[in-house]
């Protein structure tokens, strides 16, 4: 199915455009082309009124959104709350967070979001895990009864996520290169915050 907006304003590098058509084809931006193109006369036709169109924000963090919080439910019906609350201000893309918890918390969160991920949620892109592996000192709004330690009895429980993205915010000093580097290898993008680590622990920590 092919689909042509027209009647936009659209953003090109540097500039505003207008008088072209955005081409999309199963889901992607095939061209860029005027409204005349044969392509777009054969498409189905939205006409945009002169409005913007922009790409989708993509919302590493999202603690909440809809009147509901994540940590409070982690569910696939927060996950689809969120994601529409959301999408009403441009973010088409997002990472549900579960901020500190106790481990069996996290568990439920990562299910949560597998089971949106193989359901279709719209927007949902995986999983942002901030915590409970940081820092007292620089606890911030985290309950500092959930922080820990993280160890190698959590390796499995941070990688099980097989689709999407799982972004994990620790504190490089609670824990270890080597935990670091088994993350990393596992495919997900770790995240330095709510530390005190020093410039040492920190260029140890990205080597």
Aim: charged letters at 20%; aromatic letters at 4%; one cysteine or more.
């Amino acid at each position: 199915m092919s689909v042509a907006l027209v009647n936009g304003r659209v953003l090109r590098k540097d500039r505003l455009t207008q008088g072209r058509c955005v081409l999309i084809e199963n889901g992607r931006i095939l061209d860029i082309v005027a409204p005349s193109d044969r392509r777009a006369r054969r498409a189905e036709r939205y006409d945009l009124g002169g409005q913007l169109l922009l790409p989708g924000f993509i919302d590493s963090q999202v603690n909440g959104g809809g009147g509901v919080l994540f940590n409070d439910a982690p569910t696939v019906e927060t996950i689809r709350a969120i994601g529409r609350a959301h999408r009403r201000f441009g973010t088409t893309g997002f990472l549900p967070t579960l901020i500190s918890a106790d481990l069996d918390v996290v568990a439920r969160a990562i299910a949560a979001v597998r089971s949106a991920l193989e359901a279709g949620v719209p927007g949902v892109l995986g999983i942002h895990i901030e915590g409970p592996f940081l820092n007292v000192a620089r606890k911030g709004v985290h309950d500092p009864a959930k922080l820990r330690d993280l160890d190698a009895s959590a390796l499995g429980l941070l990688t099980s996520l097989t689709g999407g993205r799982t972004l994990v915010t620790l504190a490089p000093e609670v824990t270890t290169p080597q935990i670091i580097e088994k993350l990393v290898a596992s495919g997900v993008v770790v995240s330095a915050g709510h530390t005190n680590a020093t410039y040492a622990e920190i260029g140890t920590a990205l080597r």
